[in-house]
């Protein structure tokens, strides 16, 4: 059943994996020896290509759940047994789609979703399965929001919930058990707005066709992201090998042991870019890595990097939008801006260097960045009884997550810890595991080291781990003082690691007397872990690290995960230990305060990520700045600025995330080096006035700066998107077109939620400029859900008000989030208010309330 050629590419991966796995090896030929000849090539095929934490982390037999799933697949369904190898193994057999964790779940969704695949034409048409199975999938997971970490497949089946990386998982998962090759893909940043997106492409008929994942359409090439998708710079898709077929996709790059390959041609226009590189002296610099990076969430964040070719040279196929691309090589860096829509060509000449200050300016340098502009590559046309079939459906897989999830909540168990009622709910398919910990005794710190814990924690935290963690960390109890006992002791949540039982485990894996000499002196644990724990950069991938019992059991760890090992030896030594918030860097408790391992102390002050002073006692913190504004409210982290320090030859943004400034001033303790600012203000049409600036702090200097943040003019805040069309219902109950309510010039859609206060906002700002509204030519449309809205006070005194406003009804609440993701503003937020002109052509947009939209949309009708 296996090529020769497979045979031997496992064979080679393997040989040159076994340097790496000594600790593990003998388990392995043990496991090998019991497997068929298939089978044993198929899993030295997985531990020559995998992440190499992942042979520290989990059992022989969770993969080789994989491969045996995989070859019943292979010689029992036939449209997995016709599929091209390569096809075959990195998109069905393989076991990671992305960085969740892992556990056997193949042949339980098989089991899930075998009966749902009912008649010939499911088994025969792998393109209409694959409809079938996203329904499958939106009736057990639907979008929440969620910290980094990603929750293993098994967790959102559990939940009912997952960020879109781990729906795409999710139904990557569901997919592969059937035997329809999928894969994730993903934009690493828009260049439109401040986000990312994960979605699906499956493998059918001989060709990759793409979805949203658990939001089915009754067609493929379809998803509320495909005008979207058509603005993004880079659409890739990973590998974790480089076994391919002869029509191999582009290759962008490797990291580690992920392939990236570059799908951005079948979502946007495209332009082929290439950068070449060289140095002072004008020649060419060959092996330079070169950076593609998107401003977004206020930084720029690489999604592509390269190494130049003998003529100084690389190539990407990108949108067409504006890259900041950076270079280095031997010590020098330079950087540019550079133009998808306008060059097919850049130079960047290295010319910078991190101990030479020529290149610091230290003054505002202005920045224009432009996202690319809105193309129908994809408009997936649906014909009006697909829609009614996809409305009908999707309200009834809806009503069968919440009856689901709502089962799993049990009002009684849950009564008896009235203050853990809330976690208890958010536990949903965890319920009983949270639970059964919780009331294994009367142990009082039993709900404390419940309640230090992130939300997701309760999703998918087993009682085992929890367990072990406070047996651990109750033998200092009472050595110090409560809260720090809590945070950053009993808690085993350290970072975005997988939570495991690593106290019993460290407490087991040293000597009595490497344990006493640690706890003396944490400085020689953290030279253990730099001499002892490995890293191989070239079998990383750097989206997950090694958990402490891994890190210890491979003896390898990337930068993150010794960090984590670090805090985890120290908490269970009973030492409090924690990553700083902001540089996540490692922290002891010194006995006064919190100390980095491994540098100079000097006990200064530092802000946290909630603007909070905390004690560091590191030497970071000797030199201060204060940024000074005109108003406080519009700067937010991660939005409109960020502040990164070079280490080595690149800036890397501080975790400042939720600090806020104090009136017009904000102050930060920080270490002496080279930093750079970034303000940037988003235009509606995607593009950005940006600004940077980098400057020097030195050792014990007090800096203060005026912060710049660049205003839109009105004509920035215009754009020209085609609306979706939809229908809500007039007071008969007789169905409306779109297109019936803005004809006849301009037009004004409110979308509004009566009584919520966003919306009580913007109906007294009308009401506050009624004689203006009843004196403009355009149509002024409120769409509600019922007429039951009619009787909110608020509203019924703006139509009394106002009286040339329509009223229309939207009884199923559908018809806003297409709008507001098509003019790109939040779908979540009421209300949406969407100004039109020629019909169905939107010109501006802004949810939820913001204060002047009102007065704004009458600058824009009076224009």
Same mark, same amino acid.
């Given at each position: 059943?296996?090529?020769?050629?497979?045979?031997?590419?496992?064979?080679?991966?393997?040989?040159?994996?076994?340097? +790496?796995?000594?600790t593990?090896?003998?388990?392995?030929?043990?496991?090998?020896?019991?497997c068929?000849?298939?089978?044993?090539?198929?899993?030295?095929?997985?531990?020559g290509?995998?992440p190499?934490?992942?042979?520290g982390e989990?059992?022989?037999r969770?993969?080789?759940?994989?491969v045996r799933?995989?070859?019943?697949?292979r010689?029992?369904?036939?449209?997995?047994?016709?599929l091209?190898?390569?096809?075959?193994?990195?998109h069905?057999?393989?076991?990671?789609?992305?960085?969740?964790?892992i556990?056997?779940?193949?042949?339980f969704?098989?089991?899930?979703?075998k009966?749902?695949?009912?008649?010939?034409?499911?088994?025969?048409?792998?393109?209409?399965?694959?409809?079938? %199975?996203?329904?499958?999938?939106?009736?057990?997971?639907?979008? @929440?929001?969620?910290?980094?970490?990603?929750?293993?497949?098994?967790?959102?089946?559990?939940?009912?919930?997952?960020?879109?990386?781990?729906?795409?998982?999710?139904?990557?998962t569901?997919?592969?058990?059937v035997?329809i090759?999928?894969?994730?893909?993903?934009t690493?940043?828009?260049?439109h707005?401040d986000?990312?997106?994960?979605?699906?492409?499956v493998?059918?008929e001989?060709?990759?066709?793409?979805?949203?994942?658990?939001?089915?359409?009754?067609?493929?090439?379809?998803?509320w992201?495909?005008?979207?998708?058509?603005?993004?710079?880079?659409?890739?898709?990973?590998?974790?090998?480089?076994?391919?077929?002869?029509?191999?996709e582009?290759?962008?790059?490797?990291?580690?042991?992920?392939w990236?390959?570059?799908?951005?041609?079948?979502?946007?226009?495209?332009?082929?870019?290439t950068v070449?590189?060289k140095?002072?002296?004008g020649?060419?610099?060959?092996?330079?890595?070169?950076?593609?990076e998107?401003l977004?969430?206020?930084?720029?964040?690489s999604?592509?990097?390269l190494?130049?070719?003998?003529?100084?040279?690389?190539?990407?196929?990108?949108?067409?939008g504006?890259?900041?691309?950076?270079?280095?090589?031997?010590?020098?860096?330079?950087? @540019?801006l550079?133009s998808?829509?306008? @060059?097919?060509?850049?130079?960047?000449?290295l010319?910078?260097?991190?101990?030479e200050?020529?290149?610091?300016?230290?003054?505002?340098?202005?920045k224009?960045?432009?996202?690319?502009?809105d193309?129908?590559?994809n408009?997936g046309?649906?014909t009006?009884?697909?829609?009614?079939?996809?409305?009908l459906?999707?309200?009834?897989?809806?009503?069968?997550?919440?009856?689901?999830?709502r089962s799993f909540?049990?009002?009684?168990?849950?009564?008896?810890?009235?203050?853990e009622?809330?976690?208890l709910?958010?536990?949903?398919?965890?319920?009983?595991e949270?639970?059964?910990?919780?009331?294994?005794?009367?142990?009082p710190h039993?709900k404390?080291l419940?309640?230090?814990?992130?939300?997701?924690d +309760?999703?998918?935290?087993?009682?085992?781990?929890?367990?072990d963690?406070?047996?651990?960390?109750?033998?200092?109890r009472?050595a110090?003082?409560?809260?720090?006992y809590r945070?950053?002791?009993?808690?085993?949540?350290i970072y975005y690691?997988?939570l495991t039982?690593?106290?019993?485990?460290?407490?087991?894996?040293?000597t009595?007397?490497?344990?006493e000499?640690?706890r003396?002196?944490?400085?020689?644990?953290?030279a253990?872990?730099?001499?002892?724990?490995?890293?191989?950069p070239?079998?990383?991938?750097r989206? %997950?690290?090694?958990?402490?019992?891994g890190?210890?059991t491979?003896? @390898?760890?990337?930068?993150?995960?010794?960090? %984590?090992?670090?805090?985890?030896?120290?908490?269970?030594?009973?030492?409090?230990?924690?990553l700083?918030?902001?540089?996540?860097?490692?922290?002891?408790y010194?006995?006064?305060k919190?100390?980095?391992?491994?540098?100079?102390?000097?006990?200064?002050?530092?802000?946290?990520?909630?603007?909070?002073?905390?004690?560091?006692?590191?030497?970071k913190?000797?030199?201060?700045?204060?940024?000074?504004?005109e108003?406080?409210?519009?700067w %937010?982290?991660?939005?409109?600025w960020?502040?990164?320090?070079?280490?080595?030859?690149q800036?890397?943004?501080?975790?400042?995330?939720?600090?806020?400034?104090?009136?017009?001033?904000?102050?930060l303790?920080?270490?002496?080096?080279?930093?750079r600012?970034? /303000?940037?203000?988003r235009m509606?049409?995607?593009?950005?006035h940006?600004?940077e600036?980098?400057?020097?702090?030195?050792?014990?200097?007090?800096?203060?700066i005026?912060m710049?943040l660049?205003?839109?003019?009105?004509e920035?805040?215009?754009?020209?998107?085609?609306?979706p069309?939809?229908?809500v219902?007039?007071?008969?109950?007789?169905?409306?077109?779109?297109?019936?309510?803005?004809?006849g010039?301009?037009?004004v859609?409110?979308?509004?939620?009566?009584?919520?206060?966003? /919306?009580?906002?913007?109906?007294n700002?009308?009401?506050?400029?009624?004689?203006?509204?009843?004196?403009?030519?355009?149509?002024l449309?409120?769409?509600?859900?019922?007429?039951g809205?009619?009787?909110?006070?608020t509203?019924?005194? /703006?139509?009394?008000?106002?009286?040339?406003?329509?009223?229309?009804?939207d009884p199923?609440?559908?018809?806003a989030?297409?709008?507001?993701?098509?003019?790109?503003?939040d779908?979540?937020?009421?209300?949406?208010?969407?100004?039109?002109k020629?019909?169905?052509?939107?010109?501006?947009?802004?949810?939820?309330?913001?204060?002047g939209?009102v007065?704004?949309?009458?600058?824009?009708l009076?224009?």
């Open positions: 059943m296996l090529s020769n050629r497979l045979i031997e590419y496992a064979e080679k991966k393997y040989a040159e994996r076994l340097p +790496y796995l000594e593990v090896r003998a388990g392995l030929e043990e496991g090998f020896s019991l068929t000849p298939e089978e044993a090539a198929l899993m030295r095929f997985f531990y290509t995998m190499l934490r992942d042979a989990y059992d022989f969770v993969f080789l759940s994989f799933h995989g070859l019943w697949l010689e029992h369904v036939a449209w997995c047994a016709t091209p190898e390569d096809i075959f193994v990195n069905v057999l393989y076991y990671r789609i992305n960085s969740e964790d556990s056997e779940n193949r042949a969704f098989y089991e899930q979703l009966d749902r695949l009912t008649g010939k034409e499911l088994w025969e048409s792998p393109y209409q399965a694959v409809i079938e %199975i996203n329904y499958w999938c939106a009736e057990h997971a639907a979008y @929440q929001a969620s910290d980094m970490r990603t929750a293993s497949p098994m967790t959102v089946y559990r939940s009912g919930k997952g960020r879109c990386g781990e729906e795409s998982t999710f139904l990557v569901a997919l592969r058990s035997g090759p999928a894969r994730q893909v993903y690493p940043r828009w260049a707005c986000d990312n997106h994960a979605w699906v492409e493998w059918a001989g060709r990759w066709y793409f979805l949203g994942a658990c939001e089915p359409e009754e067609v493929l090439n379809k998803g992201f495909s005008h979207a998708s058509s603005r993004a710079l880079l659409v890739h898709s990973r590998n974790f090998s480089d076994f391919a077929g002869e029509e191999a582009e290759c962008i790059g490797r990291e580690g042991v992920t990236f390959y570059n799908n951005t041609a079948s979502y946007a226009r495209t332009r082929r870019l070449a590189v140095d002072r002296e020649r060419a610099v060959k092996d330079a890595l070169v950076s593609f998107i977004n969430m206020g930084e720029y964040c999604v592509a990097s190494s130049t070719d003998e003529k100084g040279e690389v190539r990407l196929t990108a949108g067409l504006d890259f900041h691309v950076r270079a280095q090589a031997g010590g020098y860096f330079g950087e @540019q550079v998808g829509a306008r @060059q097919e060509r850049a130079e960047i000449v010319d910078a260097a991190a101990e200050d020529d290149w610091i300016r230290d003054v505002w340098e202005l224009e960045i432009a996202a690319p502009e193309y129908p590559m408009p046309i649906v009006p009884e697909q829609k009614q079939r996809k409305r459906r999707l309200a009834g897989a809806n009503k069968m997550r919440e009856e689901k999830l909540y049990r009002e009684e168990a849950a009564a008896r810890h009235p203050e009622k809330e976690l709910r958010m536990a949903a398919g965890n319920f009983d949270v639970l059964r910990f919780l009331e294994k005794d009367g142990n039993r404390a419940l309640h230090s814990l992130s939300a997701k +309760y999703l998918d935290v087993r009682a085992e781990v929890l367990e963690a406070l047996c651990g960390a109750q033998k200092v009472g110090w003082p409560e809260e720090l945070e950053y002791v009993l808690c085993p949540r690691e997988e039982a690593y106290h019993s485990f460290i407490d087991g894996y040293f009595e007397a490497e344990k000499r640690f003396k002196d944490p400085e020689e644990l953290w253990y872990i730099e001499k002892e724990i490995h890293y191989e070239a079998l990383d991938y989206t %997950i690290c090694a958990t402490p019992v890190c210890l491979l003896k @390898q760890g990337n930068e993150t995960a010794r960090k %984590i090992l670090f805090v985890a030896v120290c908490r269970t030594l009973g030492i409090p230990a924690r700083n918030r902001v540089t996540v860097e490692p922290e002891y010194t006995g006064t919190f100390r980095t391992p491994g540098k100079a102390e000097a006990g200064e002050k530092t802000a946290d990520a909630a603007g909070e002073n905390v004690d560091a006692g590191t030497e913190a000797s030199a201060s700045l204060v940024l000074k504004v108003d406080g409210s519009k %937010i982290y991660y939005q409109t960020t502040i990164g320090k070079l280490t080595g030859l800036f890397t943004t501080l975790d400042y995330e939720g600090l806020r400034f104090e009136g017009n001033c904000l102050e303790s920080l270490e002496p080096g080279i930093y600012l970034i /303000t940037t203000s509606p049409n995607g593009s950005q940006a600004a600036r980098t400057f020097r702090l030195a050792d014990g200097e007090h800096r203060e005026s710049s660049r205003e839109g003019s009105l920035d805040m215009l754009v020209s998107n085609e609306l069309d939809f229908e219902a007039d007071a008969d109950g007789k169905r409306c077109p779109a297109a019936q309510l803005t004809e010039g301009s037009a859609l409110c979308f509004l939620e009566e009584g919520a206060e966003p /919306t009580e906002h913007v109906l700002e009308l009401m506050q400029q009624a004689g203006d509204w009843n004196a403009a030519e355009a149509k449309v409120f769409i509600v859900r019922d007429a809205a009619l009787s909110n006070a509203l019924a005194r /703006t139509l009394e008000k106002i009286p040339c406003v329509s009223v229309y009804f199923e609440g559908e018809t989030e297409p709008i507001a993701r098509r003019m790109y503003v779908p979540e937020k009421l209300p949406l208010l969407v100004v039109t020629d019909g169905m052509t939107g010109i501006y947009a802004s949810s939820g309330y913001n204060v939209s007065d704004l949309m009458l600058k824009i009076s224009r």
